[in-house]
């Protein structure tokens, strides 16, 4: 596949470190927490020159829930269904992250059906997230939720998925510690397969819709450039990291699960700007199809858990474990120190859209405020996560 | 030419809107409440407890075990055990729940108390029009509302509740079979232990040749 | 018109990354030679990990902690440019039983006998950092830092300076926990409210009373109306509930 991208050429914008003429103050803001662009409640205190952002402080904690506390005081299993409301979108991957560290932590083996299953229900969560973010950065832009209701259509055929196999459409709590928790009907796997069929024909309307369009070119090239010596050291992970031209991907690195047995390639940006943190998201849907098409090839009827696992009284051995995925958002961990209890002793959530705030002012600094909503929806945060 | 990107963008949304008039496919919108989406059968909301037969009283599985209210993240289920017994599905006498609430304010449907109950007593429920006027009472389901019978469970989830009468009759025939045979092992011990104890006819050994006498069976 | 993708680099912004999956890594023994060696003073121990994850990491001193992470972030082999996870961990006052031979007389012969000696390690604060490398894809190597008791000694350097990572992290930390990371650019608390006083995440925080209550001017006259009203438990609390909850 060969791609021709549109660029606007020599697209002049005005100059940003524009030294006001008139003395005064700079004019201190709060963007949010009841904002219809931030994503949840989230509050910015910006202090503006005119229109240009001169400090940007983000203030976090509206959301916060205490579920590392939460973790602490109950058992591993009841831990699961709370991993599902961290990042809501994607409750599949975080049920993944949460199983693989315990199953790190206690050393069980997953079947193979099962890591199957598991990879089909990340990439399509990966899909339906990735659709979602596009149609929220459009509708944070002005396009009156246009661009969302598409990529909502295509998330609606997932999530229905979703409902028919674990119960709920985003609250699955569908892994458990060696495996998943019902198996998938063969009549389940044929409907999901052609949702996946049909998914490049959604993505090819979609792109034809959003990306060639001049006011997205216009609003989002050389905006919020991120350099790759700032995302590395500020632990940027996921599509951001990698619209920076770095080339890390857990998928690749660590190869957890069956990931090494698809092929499938990562896209990298050469700018760093928000239109290739926007083309990441567009590249790497294609990629996901592509693994789904592999795996549904792939999978095999078998057993779906591991059968040596208790389910109550589970007790791993004293000792800590951390295990990371990549989940949407980058790189999502959890960290288990157990003391040979039915509780964890602590339990932390490594939160990707958490960190990936760091930067934050580094990217908005000299823009204007309009940019601001621009590259925060760029950065894809939901609050479930940033705050736990 | 500089626009021809929202043009084809226009293009997109136009196609979508004349097609909706003609293809089924575009039109996504399901009126609800005048059209409701059928729900899959593993759907889940709120948990019931399932009795067996017309009783909700005496068909009652739950044995107040509380291992559900121990497992529950949230800790939304509260039970009272009953202090006399009533004859569960096998005859045998069990506990049964006095009290037995679930706070559904509280309760996440995570269905971890439909995974850990060892008696098929608890199962997830469809149910989700449920709102109500008042914050705190209304809210808290007691056992009366959540006890709802088998033949309910068959309607909502048809092949799960196949599957649980099927263990469950599975579960009775082991149980049965092994009362047989212990039936029948006690009948043979004791006919056994009464042909020991009776004393033996007095016989010639001779008379019947070859015919190997009482005494001398073990 | 459909966007596809790129073979080289062309005119576009995009390019598609070749797979290099390297693993080596030293063991944590040569690594803590390494850092002796380049930093002197420094004193590093191992410290085990029991479960079958077999991640064990390094528990650094305080004061040289700065200098070890930039030497593991500059080594050329080592390169652990991507700080991924900073934690912070509780532990209260302990008593760790040991069970050890000792060679004693019985009743004039010598043999082994267990001997279980109890020790008592006092609490600390700690902070766990989950070190990757992106340039070499390996990793984790896992540093520890702790601090010298729960109270007024809870301070540790920060690694901000290090690994901008770490920044909003440790600000957790020092919410969460109370431990206070000198050098760290921007101290202050990030999930709870400014004014909030104590640390939520410790082992011995008790949650107040009244931590849903916020004082407002009409209290007093709202709870001059109650006497005036008949009580409303449906409304306000649920009735109904036989006995207490006992937990």
């Not at chain 1, 069929?197 to 609003?219: A, H, K, S, T």
């Not at chain 1, 698809?262 to 290739?276: E, V």
């Not at chain 2, 109500?132 to 509302?145: G, I, M, P, W």
Request: charged letters at 25%.
């Amino acid at each position: 596949m060969d791609a021709t991208v549109q660029t606007i050429e020599a697209m002049e914008r005005p100059p940003v470190t524009m030294a006001s003429r008139l003395e005064g103050e700079l004019l201190e803001v709060s963007m949010g927490p009841q904002h219809p662009s931030t994503h949840g409640v989230f509050r910015m205190n910006v202090a503006l020159e005119g229109e240009i952002v001169r400090k940007l402080k983000p203030v976090f904690g509206y959301l916060h829930r205490n579920h590392e506390q939460i973790g602490e005081h109950t058992s591993y299993l009841g831990s699961m269904p709370y991993t599902d409301r961290l990042d809501y979108f994607c409750s599949m991957s975080n049920n993944w992250a949460y199983a693989l560290s315990v199953e790190k932590l206690a050393g069980i083996e997953v079947p193979e059906r099962a890591e199957y299953l598991r990879v089909i229900l990340a990439e399509l969560t990966r899909l339906q997230n990735h659709a979602s973010l596009l149609g929220f950065l459009l509708s944070d832009m002005g396009a009156w939720g246009t661009p969302l209701m598409y990529a909502f259509r295509e998330r609606e055929k997932i999530l229905d998925l979703f409902e028919s196999l674990a119960g709920s459409r985003m609250m699955c709590d569908y892994m458990r510690f060696g495996g998943c928790r019902l198996d998938a009907s063969e009549e389940w796997l044929a409907r999901a397969k052609q949702i996946v069929d049909r998914f490049p024909e959604f993505l090819d309307e979609f792109e034809e819709l959003i990306l060639g369009n001049e006011i997205v070119i216009g609003r989002t090239q050389n905006v919020g450039k991120l350099s790759a010596e700032l995302a590395i050291s500020a632990g940027i992970t996921g599509p951001m990291l990698r619209a920076s031209g770095v080339n890390y991907d857990v998928r690749k690195v660590d190869g957890y699960g069956f990931y090494p047995r698809f092929k499938f390639r990562i896209p990298l940006g050469n700018h760093g700007d928000t239109y290739d943190r926007l083309m990441m998201r567009a590249l790497e849907m294609r990629e996901s199809v592509g693994i789904l098409k592999q795996a549904f090839a792939q999978i095999q009827p078998g057993p779906i858990v591991n059968p040596k696992v208790k389910v109550r009284a589970f007790r791993p051995p004293a000792g800590e474990a951390y295990g990371r995925i990549e989940a949407p958002k980058g790189e999502l961990g959890f960290y288990l120190i157990s003391d040979g209890g039915p509780n964890p002793y602590r339990y932390r959530v490594r939160p990707p859209s958490f960190i990936n705030l760091t930067v934050l002012e580094d990217l908005c600094l000299g823009h204007t405020v309009a940019d601001v909503m621009v590259i925060l929806g760029s950065v894809d945060i939901v609050m479930g996560e940033v705050d736990r | 030419m500089i626009g021809t990107g929202i043009l084809k963008g226009m293009a997109v949304t136009a196609r979508n809107f004349v097609g909706s008039y003609f293809d089924k496919e575009r039109l996504i919108t399901i009126q609800y409440p005048e059209e409701r989406n059928p729900l899959p059968e593993n759907y889940r909301n709120f948990p019931f407890l399932i009795y067996d037969g017309d009783d909700p009283h005496a068909g009652l599985r739950c044995v107040a075990c509380k291992i559900c209210e121990k497992e529950c993240p949230p800790q939304c289920i509260y039970i009272v055990k009953s202090d006399d017994k009533k004859p569960d599905y096998m005859g045998k006498p069990q506990f049964y729940p006095k009290v037995f609430d679930i706070d559904i304010s509280v309760c996440m449907s995570c269905q971890i108390c439909v995974e850990v109950c060892p008696f098929e007593a608890i199962k997830m429920d469809k149910e989700f029009e449920l709102s109500k006027r008042e914050r705190f009472d209304a809210l808290l389901s007691r056992k009366e509302e959540l006890s709802k019978s088998n033949d309910y469970y068959h309607k909502i989830h048809p092949l799960e509740a196949a599957a649980v009468d099927k263990n469950l009759a599975d579960a009775a025939a082991v149980a049965e079979a092994k009362k047989k045979a212990a039936a029948e092992a006690a009948a043979k011990a004791a006919a056994a232990k009464a042909a020991a104890t009776k004393p033996p006819p007095a016989g010639d050994a001779a008379s019947v040749p070859g015919k190997p006498t009482p005494s001398s069976q073990q | 018109m459909p966007l596809r993708n790129l073979e080289g680099k062309a005119a576009g912004s995009l390019d598609f990354a070749r797979d290099d999956g390297a693993w080596m890594m030293e063991s944590l023994d040569q690594i803590k030679s390494r850092i002796e060696a380049a930093v002197p003073g420094a004193k590093i121990e191992i410290v085990a990990n029991g479960s079958p994850s077999q991640q064990d990491s390094l528990l650094i001193d305080n004061e040289h902690a700065v200098a070890t992470a930039r030497f593991l972030r500059v080594d050329p082999a080592l390169r652990l440019d991507f700080c991924s996870n900073v934690t912070g961990v509780d532990w209260l006052d302990r008593v760790v039983k040991k069970t050890i031979k000792v060679k004693t007389v019985v009743e004039g012969v010598e043999k082994e006998v267990d001997q279980t000696t109890e020790e008592e390690i006092p609490g600390y604060l700690e902070a766990v950092y989950h070190l990757y490398s992106m340039t070499h894809k390996h990793g984790p190597v896992i540093i520890r830092t702790r601090t010298a008791d729960r109270a007024e000694c809870a301070r540790l350097s920060s690694l901000t300076p290090v690994w901008r990572s770490a920044e909003f992290q440790e600000r957790e930390i020092y919410d969460l926990y109370g431990i206070h990371f000198d050098g760290h650019p921007d101290l202050r608390r990030i999930l709870m409210w400014d004014e909030f006083e104590d640390h939520p995440m410790r082992k011995d925080y008790v949650q107040p009373d009244d931590f849903e209550w916020e004082p407002t001017p009409h209290d007093d006259v709202l709870a001059r109306a109650k006497h005036h009203y008949p009580p409303r438990p449906q409304m306000d609390g649920a009735e109904g509930i036989v006995e207490p909850l006992k937990r």
